[in-house]
C-alpha cells in the first residue's frame, strides 16, 4: 500500500449554494451538501484482499434497475442496492461490518475537508475562456481579438512545442477541492455547510474526505448493526412420557 495520506470519508449531493452570516455581520460564500447516510457493502483487510478499505454505497434503487452481476453483489450480503458505490481506503478495517451505516454526525463543525467530483462540462472553448490569455486590441480595425495568435516559428525550430495551451474540449474533469471549513452539521436531515465552492452543478455526486486523523475513529464509533438474537428451541425429550 502507498504512503500517501489515507482520508476516509464519505458520499454526498450537492444541493445548492448559498449565503452565511456570522455574528460580526461577515457573512461566506457557502455550499450545501447532503452528506450520507452510506451503507457500508464491503469491507477489505490486509488479510483478504492485501489493503483495508470501505466500499460504500449511496442512494438506494430497485433491484430491477441493476444488472445481474450488481444485484448478486448485494443480495449475497442481504442488502439494498444502491445507485453510487465508491471504494475509500481506511487504514484499519477493524470495526467496521457489512451494513453499518456511516452518517454526517462522524463530521464536526471547523473541520477541513477534501472534496471530490466532476467539474461542469463547458464544450469546446477558446484560449481567452479556456486558458485566460489575454487576446488582441479590440479596437476597429484590429484582425486580431479572440484567437489563438502565433503559435509556432520560422525555419528554426520549425514546429509548435508540446503543451501549447490551445483551444479544446474544457471541464468535465475530476477535480478536487482541498481545505475547505465545515460551516455547519445538520445530523436531522443529513445536511453539510461549507465555506466555498465544490466541483460540478446541482445534484452532483462528491467525495467528502476529511483531513481529520481522528474522523476514522468517528466512523467507527458511530453505531453499527446488531447481529440477530437466536431463536431458542423447543426442549427435546427421549421419548413419550409413561402413564
Known amino acids: 500500500m502507498s504512503k500517501k495520506t489515507i482520508k476516509p470519508g464519505l458520499i454526498g449531493k450537492k444541493i445548492a449554494m448559498t449565503q452565511i ?63 453510487h458505490l465508491k471504494e475509500i481506503r481506511i487504514g484499519d478495517a477493524g470495526g467496521f461490518q457489512v451494513g ?39 479596437s476597429h480595425g484590429s484582425t486580431f481579438h479572440r484567437s489563438t495568435g502565433s503559435i509556432g516559428q520560422r525555419t528554426y525550430p520549425g514546429k509548435v512545442f508540446k503543451l501549447m495551451k490551445l483551444p479544446g474540449h474544457m471541464g468535465d474533469d475530476q477535480v478536487t477541492v482541498r481545505n475547505l471549513k465545515i460551516l455547519r452539521v445538520d445530523a436531522e436531515r443529513n445536511l453539510l455547510v461549507l465555506n466555498g465552492a465544490v466541483p460540478g452543478g446541482e445534484n452532483a455526486i462528491l467525495l467528502v474526505r476529511s483531513a481529520d486523523p481522528e474522523f ?11 447481529a440477530p438474537e437466536p431463536t431458542p428451541e423447543a426442549p427435546k425429550t427421549d421419548g413419550e412420557a409413561v402413564a
Open 21 to 83: 452570516f456570522a455574528d460580526g455581520g461577515d457573512y461566506y460564500g457557502a455550499t450545501v451538501l447532503q452528506v450520507g447516510p452510506c451503507t457500508v457493502t464491503q469491507v477489505k483487510n490486509d488479510a483478504s484482499d492485501g489493503y483495508n478499505a470501505l466500499q460504500i454505497g449511496f442512494g438506494e434503487l430497485e433491484f430491477r434497475r441493476v444488472n445481474r452481476a450488481m444485484r448478486g453483489h448485494f443480495e449475497k450480503k442481504k442488502l439494498r442496492a444502491f445507485r
Open 216 to 226: 476514522e475513529k468517528r466512523l467507527k464509533a458511530q453505531e453499527a448493526p446488531k
Open 100 to 138: 453499518q451505516q456511516l452518517k454526517v454526525s462522524a463530521f464536526q463543525v471547523g473541520d477541513r475537508v477534501d472534496v471530490t467530483g466532476v467539474s461542469k462540462g463547458k464544450g469546446f472553448q477558446g484560449v481567452i475562456k479556456r486558458h485566460h490569455k489575454a487576446g488582441g486590441p479590440q
